[in-house]
């Protein structure tokens, strides 16, 4: 990926950050980067999950998925890191057969959901790397029960992803399912490039191989020094526009296959870097379609924010019919791409104009290589940056939080305290 953040550097038409700053911080990117290179190197959790491109079995994989060969849809059950990378690649890349994910519990979308769908040519695809979130165990649970209510045999359908221990790990032995292994010292929204997130790929026939390869040739660009590296670059501008009153990061892709790449990004972001009172707000947006909503916020609204773009140099096309109306001679000679092109460039002008920082990501094109490199690359960006703010990146105490007190409710314990309310009723 390449990154660009002449947009995001102060000058006369915007506050963002002076040079002469970033110089200065690159020295502290060079320690960083010694750092991450030790915890690489010794597989410290979370730290090893940058080893997986060159750790990650995909040979194991595709054992592991071949029963589940010619199944038309793969229903993966999870939530959070152990969904959204594996959405991200099933929703960016090309799949033979329909991807579906079961991550909430809103009973209507999880029995519309089983019922439309056709369970017999169905896989599962359990995931958790705790074995313990409550979400995912229900759900799989009342996943099992409808292949059960229709006579299809569940077991062997499904396919389990988990660690070591936990109640996922006790029922996919006691049922005797086939299970792929969390890797060691790699965390949930770090794992899709894990069997985690490339397990429901490789289902539908994706070249997970690429994924990887294009994941390593991003990581061969780790060097010392933000000038060097595009997810440092990243990293660092994120990190020092934060500190300049930037609280916002919105991840804007100009390609819809991108819109859950967008989602995955702000989950990595916020659960990594939200801590001990620091960290961006992640905000999740796609263009062109939130130029008609959210751009006049951006350009009008607080200069509080860093937006980030991302898009391909390249990808398919598809010419705009000639029409015989006065006015549309604009479009003439265009391409529905060529429109899209432009509304970037405009948008991206626009933002610049009034000084709003704004940073440019490019891919060669949205495919396997490239989408396996923009993953490793922002993982390596939030790495970087997690080590500027000096916090612990890769564990997520408020969410475990959350997850003990949803536990202890069910169990009927008196978990949270009485709250005040103010309720407003309409008469
Ligand atoms: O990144 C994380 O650690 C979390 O988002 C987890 O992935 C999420 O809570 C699901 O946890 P588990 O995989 O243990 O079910």
Do not use: C
Not at 44 to 52: K, P, R, S, T
Not at 370 to 381: H, K, T
Request: charged fraction near 25%; charge should be negative; aromatic fraction near 6%.
């Amino acid at each position: 990926m390449d990154v660009d953040i002449g947009n995001a550097l102060a000058s006369a038409a915007s506050p963002g950050v002076p040079r002469s700053y970033l110089d200065r911080l690159d020295a502290r990117v060079a320690d960083a980067h010694e750092r991450i290179e030790r915890g690489m190197a010794d597989g410290e959790f979370g730290y090893a999950a940058l080893n997986l491109p060159e750790r990650v079995d995909t040979g194991a994989i595709r054992d592991a998925v071949a029963p589940l060969d010619g199944a038309e849809a793969v229903l993966t059950v999870g939530i959070g890191g152990s969904a959204l990378g594996a959405a991200t690649l099933t929703d960016a890349l090309d799949t033979e057969g329909e991807a579906y994910y079961l991550d909430n519990v809103d009973p209507a979308q999880v029995s519309d959901l089983l019922d439309d769908l056709d369970l017999e040519s169905t896989a599962v695809n359990v995931v958790s790397r705790s074995g313990t979130t409550a979400e995912t165990l229900a759900n799989f649970l009342v996943v099992r029960d409808a292949y059960e209510a229709r006579d299809v045999d569940w077991t062997e359908r499904t396919l389990v992803t988990t660690g070591e221990s936990g109640n996922l790990r006790d029922l996919a032995d006691e049922h005797d399912l086939p299970v792929l292994p969390v890797p060691e010292g790699v965390p949930g929204r770090f794992s899709a490039l894990s069997t985690v997130g490339l397990a429901p790929a490789a289902i539908l026939g994706v070249d997970v191989e690429t994924v990887v390869e294009g994941a390593r040739r991003e990581r061969e660009s780790l060097a010392g020094s933000l000038y060097e590296t595009p997810a440092y670059a990243y990293g660092a501008i994120a990190y020092a526009l934060d500190a300049r009153g930037a609280n916002a990061n919105v991840a804007m892709p100009y390609h819809e296959s991108l819109e859950t790449y967008a989602e995955w990004y702000a989950q990595l972001h916020a659960e990594s870097l939200g801590k001990d009172g620091l960290g961006q707000t992640p905000v999740r947006a796609l263009g062109a379609t939130d130029q008609h909503s959210q751009l006049q916020l951006y350009r009008a609204g607080p200069n509080d924010k860093l937006v980030t773009f991302v898009r391909a140099r390249d990808g398919p096309d598809v010419p705009i019919p000639e029409a015989d109306l006065d006015g549309l001679d604009y479009l003439a000679d265009s391409t529905l791409g060529g429109l899209r092109d432009a509304e970037f460039e405009a948008t991206e002008a626009s933002l610049a104009d009034v000084g709003l920082p704004n940073v440019r990501v490019t891919i060669d094109r949205v495919d396997a290589a490239s989408v396996g490199g923009l993953l490793y690359g922002m993982e390596a960006a939030v790495v970087l940056a997690g080590e500027l703010y000096d916090v612990e990146t890769f564990t997520q105490p408020a969410v475990e939080w959350g997850k003990e007190v949803a536990r202890d409710l069910l169990r009927g314990a008196d978990a949270l305290d009485e709250k005040e309310t103010l309720r407003v009723t309409r008469e």
